[in-house]
Nanobody
Framework: QVQLVESGGGLVKSGGSLRLSCAAS????????IAWFHQAPEKGREFVGA????????YYADSVKGRFTISRDNAKNAVYLQMNSLAPEDTAVYYC??????????????????WGQGTQVTVSS
C-alpha cells in the first residue's frame, strides 16, 4: 500500500502553467505505476496521464498531449505533472493514483489501488 499526497493546485489564468506534485510514502515507490486523473464537477474521473514503474515511460490522454508532462523522481518518492497552456476546460480536481506493484499502466481508474486526496486546479478565462 502506498500513501499519496498531491500539492500544487491553484487558480491560474488561461494560457498559464502549474506544476502538481504527488508525494508518496510506504512501499517501494519505484515499483508502482503512477497515474494522474482529473474530475470536473458532475463528471467521472478521467485519465490524464501515467508513468510506468521501472523505465518511467509516459502515456497521455489526447486532450493533454503536447501540453502536460509527467516525470518521476524515485529518489524523492515523487511524481510531477507539469501543466502548460492551461485552458478553462482543464479545471478539475486532480488526483494521483498508484497501481499494483509491478503492474502495467491502465487508463481505467478502477485499476488503481491507492489515491491521494486531490488538489483543485481552476483555470480562468
Amino acid at each position: 500500500q502506498v500513501q499519496l499526497v498531491e500539492s500544487g493546485g491553484g487558480l491560474v489564468k488561461s494560457g498559464g502553467s502549474l506544476r502538481l506534485s504527488c508525494a508518496a510514502s510506504g512501499g517501494t515507490f519505484s515499483t508502482y505505476p503512477i497515474a494522474w486523473f482529473h474530475q470536473a464537477p458532475e463528471k467521472g474521473r478521467e485519465f490524464v496521464g501515467a508513468v510506468t514503474w521501472g523505465p518511467g515511460r509516459t502515456y497521455y490522454a489526447d486532450s493533454v498531449k503536447g501540453r502536460f508532462t509527467i516525470s518521476r523522481d524515485n529518489a524523492k518518492n515523487a511524481v510531477y505533472l507539469q501543466m502548460n497552456s492551461l485552458a478553462p476546460e482543464d479545471t478539475a480536481v486532480y488526483y494521483c493514483a498508484a497501481g499494483g506493484e509491478y503492474s502495467g499502466t491502465s487508463f481505467d481508474p478502477r485499476d488503481y489501488c491507492d489515491w491521494g486526496q486531490g488538489t483543485q486546479v481552476t483555470v480562468s478565462s
